[in-house]
Each structure stands twice: as C-alpha cells, then as structure tokens.
C-alpha cells in the first residue's frame, strides 16, 4: 500500500516583490544620467554647463572665504557707499564721504542698546530673521500712514555690505543667503559693530562715529543716551530726516527709543552678545 502522500498541485501564488529603497531613487538616477549624456553629446552644452558649474562654485566658495575675510577686518567700503558717490557725480552736492570706523568697545554701549531697541529688540535672540516682528508689521502695516519695516540688523549688514541696491527675488534670496552666512560666521556683536560702522545716519555719512563727529562734535564714545537715541531715530530714512535739525516727528520718536531703552533694561541687554 503506497503511504505517500500525494504531491500538492496547488501552489502559492508568487508573493510581490517589494521596492526597495533604491528603486525609488532610480528614476530621478535615471532622468540624471540621461541629462549628462544628452549634455555630454553635445559640446556646446556641455562646455556652458560646466563654466556654469565653476562659476557657481567659485562665487560660493568666494562669498564664504569673504565673509570670513571680513570677520576680522574692518568693512571700509560697501555697496551703498558707492552708490552715494556715483550719485553725487555731475551735481553741487559735495561727494566726500564722512565715514570712520571704530571698534565695538570704542562705541558707547547707549548707540549699540539705541539701534537694537530701535531696529531689531530681539536681536540678541533670534537666528538671522524675526518672525514674529514680520507679523506684527504686517498687521501693523494696514492700518500706518508710515510703513514699518521687518528686517533684523543682521538683514540690513547682509545687503547693506554685500548687495546692490534694488528690490527683486535674486536680491532677497542673497539677502537671506548672507544674513545666514554672517550669523554661523560672525556672531552677533560683529554683526552689530558691523552695523554701528556702516549703517547710513546722514547726509553722506555712514556709521554712529561719522555722525556724532560730525553733528554733535565728539567721538561716539561719549554719545549720552538721548543723543544716541537721536542717531537712531533717523535711520529708517536718514537723507530725509536730520540729526542736527530734529523735527517734531524725530524728538519723539527720540523719546520713544529712549523709553524702549530703559524697558529693555539698560546696557545689560546686550552685554552678552
């Protein structure tokens, strides 16, 4: 008697085969080598593509090394220095530019604390960029005769040392490019004796020393916080609004500066930096 038994006929239906992670990565592989061949065929394309491949990494690598360069040297010249200059050109308007630099410790702690409370009161917290202050600005915006402005200090270094004047998408993005940069390279108190040095607070004047030489007499060394305060207060249009002649408008947005000053909590706000 035969005890086997008998053979299964039946059999499993193939299990499908799961892609596995490469497989997902293949397409967009795949659509990357047909993209070289296609260039590689072509030597036109392919000696554009690659001048446009050196050109970005030599302005990539160069925008790092600079902005290395100018951690530890003083920023005699910016982009809007030139622009000033080339503006006066085939007018009356004298062309000298009224600009000194000064270290951080040789500016009063009053302009430095006058300029964050004035421009940025959460510069010594934030990362390059205010979210918040952007919401409140635009909410702010609706209902002001006078538009208020969102960008950090750090922004206004980015562009005021780096980029042209303008408005446009390519200028935004670098602006965020370098005030990313500037923040991991910098650290905040370069970024702010940066700023005291070439911010515009005049009439072909640039930085907090240029100014108070020039409308109060003496080095920022010794500005008082009420003079600090004055240089602060013109720096959303500086060419308009004036140090030495104050408006109504001025003295109390002077005043105001100096009462964020003091709710900031004096000088300690920022000796941390």
Do not use: C
């Amino acid at each position: 008697m035969n005890t086997q038994r008998p053979s299964n006929t039946f059999r499993q239906p193939p299990r499908p085969r799961q892609p596995t992670p490469s497989s997902y990565r293949s397409k967009p592989a795949g659509r990357w080598r047909r993209f070289r061949t296609y260039v590689q065929q072509r030597p036109l394309f392919e000696r554009i593509y690659r001048f446009l491949l050196k050109t970005f990494l030599i302005l990539f690598l160069g925008s790092i090394g600079y902005v290395i360069l100018l951690k530890y040297v003083p920023v005699w010249i910016t982009p809007l220095m030139v622009s000033r200059w080339v503006d006066t050109l085939g007018t009356d308007e004298s062309s000298k530019l009224y600009k000194d630099w000064q270290s951080y410790d040789d500016i009063s702690k009053e302009a430095a604390l006058a300029v964050v409370a004035s421009e940025d009161q959460h510069f010594p917290t934030h990362w390059g960029f205010d979210f918040e202050g952007i919401q409140d600005a635009i909410k702010e915006n609706q209902r002001r005769k006078r538009p208020r402005g969102a960008s950090t200090i750090s922004q206004q270094v980015a562009k005021n040392v780096f980029l042209w004047n303008g408005r446009s998408y390519i200028r935004k993005g670098l602006e965020v490019y370098f005030t990313v940069l500037i923040e991991l390279v910098w650290g905040k108190k370069r970024i702010l004796e940066v700023y005291l040095n070439v911010a515009e607070t005049g009439p072909m004047t640039f930085g907090v020393e240029a100014a108070s030489q020039r409308f109060y007499g003496h080095s920022a060394k010794t500005l008082t916080r009420d003079e600090a305060a004055r240089i602060a207060a013109v720096l959303p249009n500086p060419r308009q609004f004036s140090i030495k002649r104050p408006s109504g408008y001025i003295q109390g947005r002077t005043r105001w500066i100096s009462r964020q000053m003091r709710r900031l909590g004096g000088q300690r706000y920022i000796r941390n930096l």
